[in-house]
């Protein structure tokens, strides 16, 4: 009976045409976190021709697509809305319909289990100070190596990612390295309202206190009382000075890891936020889902955009043939 209730189900289910384009390295364009959440209720059909295009920041060959298209975010960046019909992001935008906020922390496995918030106050107090684990600090605010360098003042922080590495090279597993210090830098890559990555959760994955610079308001996402929050200090001395008094009493650092980390847990049920917003474009009529056009300065302006996309991808593809070419010349 349930096989052919399940049978009819399927039966039942909308097909709809997508397909995912600049998107991070690594990104599986055919089995991901996105094609999971709309299988629930939907037959995908993953194709070159789709009616809805989902696309990231990392090229811009979305830019040559005339379909419905749905921009993630996984970066610092906003949407722009004149290039996509529908943004899932970081910032706190309020665009009607054509936007929803769902952090990327929300569908890493680990999120759901701080919910389970258990300690071990014996191990937790008999681990080493501090870590950090940074491996491209490339396009960061400086203030993060600022602050590793005033914090390493006081106590040795250890480094394991390749950015600063004073243990003897970069960890192979992150967690298990984070989880043997009291606190864990947990800096993200710039300042921006909204912006709140991983970075805070992992910490948080294996009971270390996350030391958190990034999004001013996230407060909005995790319990501001069971992490050391550097937005509440005017200076990054002050900041120290309130670790430093963390480290030196056994019951204020235990006070503090022992407050649960989720106060709003909004984003715990991710999938059916995701369904949600998907569900509303996909019940309209195609022309009424669709809220770009193709006239006027809207129009101009992604002709524009698409040209200058066309450029940066035959400038890219030129220097790939150099490179090549001077590589065969060398032999």
């Given at each position: ?73 996984g970066?610092?960046?906003v949407?722009?809305f ?5 943004a ?49 600090n ?43 210090y ?81 106060l ?24 009424d889902a ?42």
């Amino acid at each position: 009976m349930c096989d052919y209730l399940s049978i009819i189900l399927l039966v039942k289910m909308k097909k709809i045409y997508l397909k995912f384009v600049d998107f991070w390295d690594g990104f599986d364009t055919i089995s991901n976190f996105i094609v999971d959440a709309l299988s629930i209720q939907y037959e995908v059909v993953l194709s070159n021709e789709p009616d809805y295009l989902f696309y990231s920041c990392f090229g811009t060959s979305h830019l040559e697509y005339d379909c419905i298209k749905i921009m993630f975010i996984g970066e610092n960046i906003v949407p722009d809305f004149n290039v996509c019909d529908y943004a899932i992001g970081f910032n706190y935008i309020d665009f009607g319909d054509r936007y929803l906020r769902l952090p990327l922390y929300a569908i890493y496995d680990g999120f759901s289990n701080l919910q389970n918030k258990k300690i071990d106050v014996n191990k937790a107090l008999d681990r080493k100070f501090c870590s950090i684990v940074v491996s491209n600090n490339k396009w960061a605010d400086p203030i993060r190596e600022t602050f590793f360098k005033l914090l390493s003042s006081y106590k040795k922080v250890d480094s394991g990612g390749r950015a600063w590495n004073n243990i003897g090279g970069p960890v192979d597993n992150k967690l298990d390295f984070i989880s043997q210090y009291k606190f864990n830098i947990a800096f993200e890559n710039s300042r921006v309202l909204g912006y709140t990555t991983e970075k805070i959760m992992e910490p948080m994955q294996v009971n270390s206190i996350p030391v958190y610079w990034g999004n001013p308001l996230v407060g909005k996402d995790f319990n501001v009382d069971s992490f050391v929050n550097a937005h509440d200090f005017d200076s990054l001395e002050r900041l120290v000075e309130y670790i430093i008094e963390l480290d030196s009493s056994k019951d204020k650092y235990l006070e503090m890891l022992e407050k649960p980390w989720l106060l709003d847990k909004t984003y715990l049920d991710w999938k059916q936020l995701l369904l949600d917003f998907i569900n509303n474009i996909m019940m309209k009529s195609y022309k009424d889902a669709k809220y770009l056009v193709n006239y006027g300065h809207a129009g101009k302006y992604r002709n524009e955009q698409r040209f200058w996309g066309r450029c940066e991808r035959k400038f890219k593809l030129q220097r790939i043939i150099e490179y090549y070419s001077q590589l065969f010349d060398r032999k």
